[in-house]
Nanobody, 126 residues
Framework: QVALVESGGGLVQAGGSLRLSCVASGDTFSRYDMGWFRQAPGREREFVAHITWSGGWTDYGDSVKGRFTISRDNAKNTVDLQMNSLQPDDTSVYYC???????????????????WGQGTQVTVSS
């Protein structure tokens, strides 16, 4: 079992940047692929980014490709999301999630993840 805690959210103007961080504790961090999702009020949870346990492969949701970058440090048990060129549509609660690397569930589906953080709010003003 792994516990996840996000940080780094806040208020930023359109065109600005934020860096989210997620710290894991409990189980061996490198057992898990990691993902970031977001959810705005009244909307479904949306896939943002994914990184494999080794960091060797990443994937992004279409709406953030070219603007967001996911990375991880297995020595520090952290996964980060660098968000650039933020737009008002990026306003959401952002969640960090862990998925067993052996799982066959799609990395882009929320149901495939086993553990979730509490979320951090990102607000982008126009």
């Amino acid at each position: 079992q792994v516990a996840l805690v996000e940080s780094g959210g806040g208020l930023v103007q359109a065109g600005g940047s934020l860096r989210l961080s997620c710290v894991a504790s409990g189980d061996t961090f490198s057992r898990y692929d990691m993902g970031w999702f977001r959810q705005a009020p009244g909307r479904e949870r949306e896939f943002v980014a994914h990184i494999t346990w080794s960091g060797g492969w990443t994937d992004y949701g279409d709406s953030v490709k070219g603007r967001f970058t996911i990375s991880r440090d297995n020595a520090k048990n952290t996964v980060d999301l660098q968000m650039n060129s933020l737009q008002p549509d990026d306003t959401s609660v952002y969640y960090c999630a862990a998925k067993y690397s052996s799982s066959t569930y799609s990395h882009a589906r929320a149901r495939g993840y086993n553990y979730w953080g509490q979320g951090t709010q990102v607000t982008v003003s126009s």
